[in-house]
């Protein structure tokens, strides 16, 4: 039942102080704008507004194959996370004897492969266009980690494929991991610690940090290429500007 | 596929001949991804004209 039945007038319930309905509360003169909430309310209105989260227009700069790979390593992205999710569910026996597991075995392992072309295809078009200029450091440090992240990633899934490989890779790792000092925290030969790691921690993360990703793209827009005589203002997006 | 892949050695640089051709596809499509037309809508940009 709405308040407009009469509920709310009936049982003179107070209302609450607050905006008048259809203004927004930050709109009000006198409310208390404080808090944790408040804090990433406005912090969100002013980087992420929706025009630049989900734009229409791109910059014409942005009409090259090069920015192309990074938009493919997240569609290789989605068949690896899809292809995993079902070997997941039906377990090694299943990927290692039938013929269908062994087709998405093969999907999962070859996704990866494009996932890793294709970063790396975006790492170089990134490293040579120096996409980390006019603001864009955090959102090169998080492809960074992203890359890192996947490497680790990619290390576990070779050890739990559950044969013959997956247990000689184990067993060179293991000292290779020792010398690091890090054996003690990071045991390769634990298939639990190593399944959980591929299957759960890593991918969520891995996910996150993506996401994050591409909303700092989006909030800083494409970087310019190197020489173009156009330099934006602090805190100006060129990402909804169009074909200039 | 199950037989070791040959591998080349000059000097210090050992790598595999399967890695070698990855890198050379990769470097390939990277080059190709520089210098080819990236495909533009006509229609869109007819409209921008007209504006």
Known sequence: MSEASGLGSSREVPRPAGPAPGTSRTDSPGVDDRGWTAAVRRRLDGRLPLEEVLPTRQPAFVGSWVYVFGVVTIAALVWVLVSGCVLAFMGSAWWHTSSLGHFFNSIHFWSVQMFFIFMVLHLWGQYWGAGWRDGRAKTWMVGVVLFLISIVTAFTGYLIQQNFDSQWIALNAKDAVNSTGLGGIFNVLNFGQMYGIHVMLFPIALTLLVVLHIVQVRSRGVVRPIGDPYVPDSGESVSTGGPR | ?51
């Open chain 2, 1 to 51: 596929m199950n037989g070791p892949a040959p591998y080349l050695h000059w000097g210090f640089i050992l790598i595999s001949l399967p890695n070698l051709i990855l890198i050379a596809v990769m470097v390939l499509l990277f080059v190709v991804a520089l210098i080819a037309p990236f495909p533009h809508n006509r229609a869109k940009h007819r409209d921008d004209d007209d504006e």
